[in-house]
Every structure is written in structure tokens, then in C-alpha cells.
């Protein structure tokens, strides 16, 4: 558990307690949430493998059986579920692309996968030819979170050439509101999350000068409580991942600095473990891989003392980001 | 299962250890139940039991997509020998979705594993081997009272779980096979139902978001063809005032009005002097908001709102198109006036003076010059007042000496 201390001067991060909690992850079997969890488990590599990059520990994790257990994954369609017997979907096939490409699997997965051309061809079957955007999977849930995953994954895998971008993007445009922030389909309220998903899926596309940026830089800077977090959207209480979304969203727009980054790193580091290590949603609750790679994301992008720098449309190490598209 | 923390395995408390066997416990007899489900759906069992089954392990873990899945092909994988599950669809018609997109019903005949195959060709064809074939009557009352029972169960895990995707997804899936199954009629009330239900869930939680996107996905859905539906503009427009009246601190409830008002305006087919009129109501009613609550962000946006619909220049989507310039000009001057007025009872709400910023550089752009010493005093008070945001009063700062 965090204790709030009582003064945050000498609040640093504590970067081997995360690595150690990051690698222990697996090993908490005689827990119900970890099984009751499973449906998050190859996501879950992805948020723990993303946080030990950006602490400078990528092989923390072994490589090779991260790459077995992604690969072990993967259906004929060439989708990926969240884990074996578990339906393939946008979502874990987007954190599988991206785990390959962290661990330079994509050779891997043409050997001994089902490739890198069926993945694009299940993503691109997913998109609603009319309308532009995308689905979470057979069942038809649409959502800009599955249109973000889309173009983030079919961008890594250098395939965005299977799907139709211009209706993406006009469909991602009709998201917007008129406090410049985006919601999760046409006229439903701006929320950070579907802001950075909206903002970031435009930035793929290099389509930003669709973004009103002097509105939603206003809302998003506006997301900063008192304490140094942020929320969400308006008068909700502050969450360390939070701090990703719009922190990420202000850095896409180039307004960063509409925050306090003092406070907000502050308060990131008021939400760890230091003795157990990882990183909770506020100071004072129990900490979750989630919040421990949105923290560190967030520590990166600020420009937190000797972590590796973050890219903040794909949130993944730059230096992959780098290798992988040239 | 927390449901806090976005559904994520948290770290545990120390526990002790009887309540670590405890936990043992719950896991075997959790998995032993995964395993049930997983040994069915690798022989291609998808019957009553295995359904049964998929309800007992949703009550305990909602957040488990895949079972979800499995419990619809159960329902779907249609046969007359299977009276407590749906009728199988004729050819063409899709079972995916509420708005019938074609993709989905192609998907459907490939589904993305090998394994995942619908079962369908297992069981005989309605009407074969022995059973007596079903009325078109029969078939759709067995499917009514699926859907009905389906909607029943998903109910105690939305409250449980208000948060969690699947249920909701899994609510709308069923509701959409209403709309593909049954006669408009039926379907209609089978909507109109789940309208009621919205509304109890946001008496409960009135800023739930996923409750406030679902009732504009229900409402889409009530006045769409599919449904024999017609406009429930004003309806809605009337229960954004109902819940705003209720909390004014309700941004939900403000967007919502927002997106209504364009739309309400035509449905009314107002002409320039209704449409004055409705703004001037609209500017009276957040006003008397914002005299009790000037530190309430949502109140702001709605203003912003209105102001922006004044100052812009005449396009379909505003309320007063036909504003001259004069007019839009005393509009935003009377605005600003009152919220000087807000200055004599709060001094240190510094929401007031980005309005009175804003407001006075769109006056300029209307061709009114403004005061120097004013901006600049505001811009003062705005940086003490909200450190946290230095760095974007610089940058309006600097804005404000260009112009
Ligand atoms: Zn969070």
C-alpha cells in the first residue's frame, strides 16, 4: 500500500521495485483475480512489457517466451485472443501487433505464426466499409477505441494500404464536439480516453489539421485537479492513466505545457509502491499493472529523469517506434 | 471480482492463510467450471447445458468476452429441437447487429477460428427429421420470450457491474436480434422497455457515461425506420431540462442538450424570431446557473456553447442564423456585462475571467475594439489565480499583444 508522505520533495521512482513487480505478475496463480483476469492477459503483457522499455529494462521479461505465449495466442483467421481458448478481438490482436514489434517478432511470426499479412487481413475485415470505422470482432461493436487499434497496428505492420483511411478519418471527424474533444461515435460526450484514441488515429493518418487544437488543448489542460492529477472529463476524481490520455493527447497537439508538469509528476509518484514497486490509479490504493505502464508512459513523456523516451501516438518506446517505420 | 480500477487484476492485501485456501477453493471450483465450458466447445456442444453453464461462470465473471460469445452461438445456432433457444434466421438477414450492416453477416460465415465454427450443421434443419415445423407465430414467440429472459439476466450484472463493456454490448446484441426476429410492433416495446430501464439506471448514477451513450444509442434506434419510429427531439430535449434542474453540475446532460437543440430547431421549423427567442431562454436559464454555481466547468461549456453559436458566422447548425452583426455584437456585449456582474460576489473564480477574455476577443473580431488595461487585468488575475495552467495564459498572453 502507498503511503502519501509527508513531504514530496525526495519522491523519485522506483524503478527496480516496478521491474521486480512487473516480473512477479505471472506468478500470483493462487489469486482469483488472476484467473478471474485472463481475459486481459496477452493486454497484460503488453502494459508490463511497455513499462519495463520506457524503465530501460526490456528484457526483463525473456523475450522468447514472450513471443511463445503471444504466437500460442493467434487464431487461423490470423486475429489474436486475449489468451489460448479465448476468442480472437481488436483489442488483443492491436497489443499482440505491438508486442512484436517491441520484441522484434514480426519475422517470427511470418516462420511460425500465421503472418504478418493474415493479421492485416483479419483487422482490415473488421472495418465497416460504409461508415469508415472499425469493429471489436464478429459480434459488431463499434467503438473509435477499435479504429485507433486498427490503424495503429495495420501502420506497424506497414498495411494500412488494406483498409480505406480517408473514411476513417471523416469518420473519426464526425467524433468531434464542439469543446474540440471527441467521443466514442458521432454526438456521445468527449472523455479523454476516446480523445487520445481519436487524436492519435489522426496523427497516424497525418490528417491533425482536422484537430481543433486551441479547443481541445483548453479541455484537455482543464483536466488538472488541484492535486497535480488528471481526469477524465469534468469534476471526476484524478486517475494516474488518465494522465496518459490527455497528457499524451496535449503532447500530439503540441501543448504540453498547458499543465503543470511539476504537479502531475508529483502526483504519479505519490500513486507508487516504492517497497513492492508498481503504480496505482491515485495515492493510497492498491497498484495494477495498468496504472504502473500508464504511469510510466506518462513519467516519459514528461521527460522524467534517465527513462526511455515514449512515443506518445503508439505509446511504446520511441526507439521501436523508430526501428520499426523508419 | 473488483470492479473498481477498470477491471484489472489489482495487488492483494496480505492475506491469511485460511483465506488463501479460501481463495484456492474458489479457484478450482472457477476453473473447473472453464474447463466445462472450454471440453463442450471443442466437441462443438453449444446445448442447453453448456448455455446453462455460461450463466453460472458470466454471474461470476462478466468480463469474460469469450463466454459471451459462446452463449450466443448457443442461442443461435438455431434448430427446432432446440425450443429453448432462437430460431434459425432465413438466409440473408443478418444476426449481428441492430442496424443490419452487410459486413457483419458475411463475417458471420467466416468466423475468425477454425474452431469457432457454428455448430448448425449438427442439428437437423427446422422442419426435418421428425419435428413438425414451427409457425412463423410459434417461432417468433419462442424468440420474444429468449430475448425477454436474456434481457432479465443481464440486468442484476449491470448493476452490479455498471461498468463493464460486455454486458452492455451483450444487452444491445439481444436487443438487435429483436429488431431482425420480431414484428415491428414487438420489437418497438421490446425498445421501448430498455428506455425505461436507462432512465432507472441514471437516476441511480446520473453522470454514468456508458448509460448516457446507451440511451442516445436507444433513442436512435426508437426513431429509426427498423422501428416504425419517429423524433423524440423534443422528448429528449425535455429530459435534459428534467435532469439538469435536478444536478446543474451535470455535463452529460449539457452535451446531450447541445447536440439536440440544431436538430429541435428544424423539427419545429422555427423562424428567425422563434429561434431569437429560444436563445434568449437559453441564455436566461444557464445564466441563473451560473449565478449559484460560477465555479461549475459545465456550466461554462453550455455558455461557451451559446456564445459560440452568437459569434459565429450564419451556417445551418446555429440557433439564430439571422443575427446581423449588430445584433451578435449587443448579444455578446450583454453577456459580458453579466458576468461582470458575477465579479461582485466572486472574485476569485477565474472561470469568470476567461469567459471575459474570450468574450471580449470575439467582440473584437466583431469589429468592437477592446480595452487594454482590462485584458490585461484579467489575464493577471487568471495567472494567480491558476498557476497550474501558466504556461497557456502565456501563450494567450502573447496571442492577445499580437492582435
Ligand atoms: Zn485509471
Redesign the pocket.
Known amino acids: 500500500m502507498t503511503e502519501a508522505p509527508a513531504t514530496t520533495k525526495q519522491l523519485h521512482l522506483a524503478t527496480d521495485a516496478h521491474v521486480q513487480y512487473i516480473q512477479s505478475l505471472d506468478t500470483h496463480k493462487d489469486e482469483l483475480d488472476y484467473w478471474l483476469t485472463e481475459h486481459l492477459r496477452l493486454n497484460g503483457v503488453y502494459w508490463g512489457l511497455t513499462a519495463l522499455h520506457l524503465l530501460g529494462h526490456p528484457d526483463a521479461l525473456p523475450p522468447d517466451e514472450t513471443l511463445d505465449f503471444i504466437l500460442s495466442c493467434q487464431h487461423e483467421s490470423g486475429g489474436f485472443g486475449a489468451a489460448p481458448g479465448h476468442d480472437a478481438h481488436m483489442l488483443s490482436t492491436v497489443s499482440a501487433v505491438q508486442i512484436l514489434a517491441m520484441v522484434d517478432g514480426f519475422d517470427e511470426l511470418d516462420r511460425r505464426g500465421k503472418g504478418k499479412a493474415q493479421v492485416g487481413k483479419y483487422i482490415a475485415q473488421l472495418q465497416n466499409r460504409e461508415t469508415g470505422t472499425f469493429y471489436g470482432d464478429e459480434w459488431g461493436e463499434e467503438d473509435t477505441r477499435f479504429l485507433y487499434g486498427a490503424l495503429n497496428a495495420l501502420s506497424l505492420l506497414g498495411l494500412t494500404s488494406l483498409v480505406d483511411v480517408e473514411r476513417a478519418v471523416s469518420y473519426v471527424a464526425s467524433c468531434a464536439n464542439f469543446d474540440g474533444g471527441y467521443g466514442v461515435r458521432p454526438g456521445a460526450e468527449s472523455h479523454s480516453g476516446q480523445i487520445f484514441t481519436c487524436v492519435a488515429a489522426l496523427a497516424i493518418a497525418k490528417r491533425l489539421d482536422l484537430v481543433d487544437q486551441e479547443k481541445l488543448g483548453q479541455w484537455l489542460s482543464e483536466r488538472q485537479v488541484p492535486g497535480g492529477g488528471l481526469n ?1 472529463r469534468p469534476e471526476k476524481k484524478e ?4 494522465s496518459w490520455w490527455v497528457l499524451s493527447s496535449l503532447s500530439i497537439i503540441g501543448k504540453i505545457h498547458w499543465i503543470d508538469r511539476d504537479g502531475l509528476i508529483q502526483f504519479i509518484l505519490q500513486s507508487q509502491d516504492t517497497e513492492k514497486g508498481g503504480i496505482a ?2 495515492p493510497g490504493d492498491m497498484v495494477d499493472v ?2 504502473t505502464c ?1 504511469g510510466a508512459a506518462g513519467l516519459s513523456l514528461l521527460g522524467y529523469p534517465s527513462m526511455e523516451e515514449v512515443d506518445p501516438v503508439y505509446c511504446m518506446p520511441k526507439a521501436v517506434i523508430k526501428r520499426v517505420l523508419g | 471480482m473488483t470492479s473498481h ?2 477491471g484489472i487484476a489489482r495487488a492483494t492485501r496480505p492475506r491469511t492463510e485460511e483465506q488463501r485456501q479460501a481463495d484456492l477453493d474458489k479457484i478450482a471450483r472457477y476453473r473447473t467450471l472453464e474447463d466445462d465450458i472450454r471440453d463442450r466447445v471443442s466437441r462443438q456442444d453449444y446445448d442447453q447445458d453448456t448455455f446453462s453453464l455460461t450463466s453460472k461462470l458470466l454471474r461470476q465473471n462478466p468480463e469474460y468476452y469469450t463466454v459471451w460469445n459462446i452463449r450466443r452461438r448457443c442461442l443461435t445456432s438455431g434448430s427446432s429441437s432446440k425450443p429453448w433457444a432462437m430460431s434459425s434466421l432465413s438466409k440473408g438477414s443478418s444476426t449481428f447487429s441492430a442496424t443490419g450492416t452487410s459486413h457483419l453477416a458475411s463475417a458471420s460465415s467466416s468466423p475468425p477460428s477454425s474452431t469457432e465454427t457454428p455448430p448448425s450443421h449438427n442439428y437437423p434443419k427446422t422442419g426435418m427429421s421428425g419435428t413438425t415445423a414451427e409457425t412463423t407465430e410459434d417461432r417468433q414467440m419462442r424468440d420474444l420470450e429468449i430475448i425477454k429472459s436474456e434481457l432479465v439476466f443481464t440486468v442484476p450484472l449491470l448493476m452490479e457491474f455498471p461498468k463493464c463493456y460486455w454486458i452492455w454490448n451483450y444487452r444491445l446484441w439481444t436487443l438487435g436480434q429483436a429488431i431482425v426476429r420480431l414484428p415491428t410492433h414487438v420489437a418497438r416495446k421490446v425498445w421501448e422497455e430498455e428506455l425505461g430501464l436507462v432512465g432507472k439506471m441514471l437516476h441511480r448514477d446520473r453522470r454514468n457515461f456508458h448509460a448516457w451513450g446507451y440511451r442516445r444509442y436507444v433513442v436512435d434506434q426508437l426513431e429509426s425506420a427498423a422501428l416504425a419510429g419517429q423524433s423524440m427531439t423534443e422528448s429528449e430535449f425535455e429530459y435534459t431540462t428534467k435532469m439538469i434542474r435536478m444536478d446543474l453540475s451535470n455535463f452529460s446532460a449539457w452535451h446531450y442538450r447541445s447536440q439536440l437543440i440544431p436538430r429541435l430547431l428544424r423539427e419545429r421549423d422555427a423562424d428567425d424570431q422563434a429561434r431569437q427567442k429560444f436563445l434568449d431562454d437559453e441564455l436566461a436559464f444557464i445564466r441563473d446557473g451560473l449565478n449559484v454555481g460560477p465555479e461549475d466547468q459545465s456550466l461554462w461549456f453550455y455558455h461557451q456553447f451559446l456564445a459560440s453559436n452568437i459569434i459565429d458566422d450564419a451556417c445551418s447548425q446555429t440557433i439564430a442564423p439571422a443575427l446581423s452583426v449588430d445584433q451578435r455584437r449587443s448579444y455578446i456585449e450583454r453577456e459580458i456585462d453579466e458576468i461582470k456582474d458575477l465579479l461582485e460576489d466572486y472574485t476569485d473564480v477565474k472561470w469568470i475571467y476567461e469567459a471575459l477574455i474570450q468574450y471580449t476577443q470575439s467582440l473584437s473580431r466583431l469589429g468592437q475594439q477592446a480595452k487594454p488595461t482590462e485584458l490585461k487585468d484579467w489575464l493577471a488575475q487568471l495567472k494567480s489565480l491558476d498557476p497550474q495552467r501558466t504556461g497557456r495564459w502565456n501563450d494567450l498572453e502573447a496571442q492577445l499583444y499580437a492582435a
Do not use: E, L, S
Open positions: 477524465g486517475d494516474v492513466c488518465y490509479d491515485r495498468w496504472h500508464f | 480500477g477498470h
